[in-house]
């Protein structure tokens, strides 16, 4: 069966970091883009974050300088490290995975997680 899982939200403290992973199984990610979307409550799900197979990567603004997308292959694993969270960066966090190079469009991505909690506040 292919999944992607994400792990790694929590609740933090503004200022605070956090690093999510997003691990597949039953397929290999290496010649995939993967994106970081999330969702705040009452809002509609938006890019975050995407990285192409061969390691370019793009950032919504606002994240950029905060956030930062990387992969290891080996482990068929992405990750997106959090500094400098904000409150308004809190939302259901999701993966996807799509053959197409990096974009935002949620219809091009064919693999999704079933989302990571993550909560910034004090």
């Known amino acids: 069966q292919r999944q992607l899982v994400e792990s790694g939200g929590g609740l933090v403290q503004p200022g605070g970091s956090l690093r999510l992973s997003c691990a597949a199984s039953?397929?290999?990610?290496?010649?995939?883009?993967i994106g970081w979307f999330r969702q705040a409550a009452g809002k509609e799900r938006e890019g975050v974050s995407c990285?192409?197979?061969?390691?370019?990567?793009m950032y919504v603004d606002g994240v950029e300088g905060r956030f930062t997308i990387s992969r290891n292959n080996a482990k068929n694993t992405v990750y997106l490290q959090m500094n400098s969270l904000k409150p308004e960066d809190t939302g259901v966090y999701y993966c996807a995975a799509t053959t197409y190079q990096c974009n935002f469009y949620l219809g091009s991505f064919e693999y999704w997680g079933q989302g990571t909690q993550v909560t910034v506040s004090s």
């Open positions: 039953g397929f290999t990610l290496d010649y995939r883009s």
């Open positions: 990285i192409n197979s061969d390691g370019r990567s």
